[in-house]
């Protein structure tokens, strides 16, 4: 069985909702609970962690407690950081050995992903983490400061990575034992294993797995879900 985490602590500024991300309603919910639906319906995952901004942790924590009764919920302030969000949410988690962590800001989640993120995990004994990605489909340039372009980047080697991402604990918690300013500059979790040489395998998933960061992403996410759940969603 796995733990599952979801860091809903960013504040969203690039959103300028004027709210946490998190808060900001999409397809008639707040952002939040449409990644705690999806995970409550994966059969593997046995408690969910909650990582909340800290001036509505105990509002929000009561609402999804309330909302979801199905698998055990446990709510945490976030930190400063993503991964120190994470890191305090690894700490209030059931013994698990397996640890799935999810971004709120991925709202288009669904309980078959997690699954079959899971499942890739267990099926590569060797594999510390395996992480949802979708192929890259632009064509990708490095260039400077001074926008002059550097370098062409083979297309058939990249990957646009997503959320969810597991792992084995003991590998994510070696990894997040990091230098609190290696911990501040990572954007995944992934990556920060990668780093110590761990075994990092991608499982491909949908493009539709967006991440909301603007209000441009908003719009989509709250079509796809409204296509996805029909128009009372
Ligand atoms: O800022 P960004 O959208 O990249 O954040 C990715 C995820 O990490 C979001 O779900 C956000 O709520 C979460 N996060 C967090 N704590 C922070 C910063 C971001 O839980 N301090």
Redesign the pocket.
């Known amino acids: 069985m796995a733990v599952a985490l979801i860091?809903?602590?960013?504040?969203?500024e690039r959103l300028g909702a004027g709210v946490p991300?998190?808060l900001v309603e999409l397809a008639g919910r707040p952002m939040w609970l449409w990644s705690l639906d999806a995970l409550a319906r994966c059969a593997a995952v046995e408690q969910i962690v909650i990582?909340w901004p800290p001036e509505i942790a105990s509002t929000q924590a009561s609402l999804a407690e309330r909302l979801c009764t199905s698998v055990g919920i446990e709510s945490v302030e976030?930190?400063?950081?993503?991964s120190?969000?994470v890191l305090r949410a690894l700490r209030a988690a059931r013994s698990a050995e397996i640890v799935l962590v999810h971004?709120?800001?991925?709202p288009l989640l669904t309980p078959e992903l997690a699954e079959s993120v899971i499942s890739a995990l267990s099926a590569d004994p060797d594999a510390h983490a395996a992480i949802a990605a979708a192929a890259v489909t632009d064509t990708i340039k490095r260039a400077d400061a001074s926008l002059l372009v550097s370098e062409t980047l083979p297309r058939n080697e990249l990957w646009s990575v997503q959320t969810p991402q597991v792992f084995r604990r003991e590998a994510l918690e070696r990894a997040l034992g990091g230098a609190d300013t290696e911990l501040a500059l990572a954007?995944d979790d992934a990556s920060l294993i990668e780093r110590s040489g761990g075994r990092v395998i991608v499982v491909p998933s949908s493009p539709e797995n967006i991440?909301v960061?603007t209000p441009v992403d908003l719009r989509l996410a709250g079509l796809l879900l409204a296509a996805r759940h029909g128009p009372s969603a």
Request: avoid cysteine; charge should be positive.
């Open positions: 860091v809903a602590a960013g504040s969203g991300k998190a990582a976030g930190g400063a950081s993503r120190e969000s971004d709120a800001a991925r954007t991440k960061t």
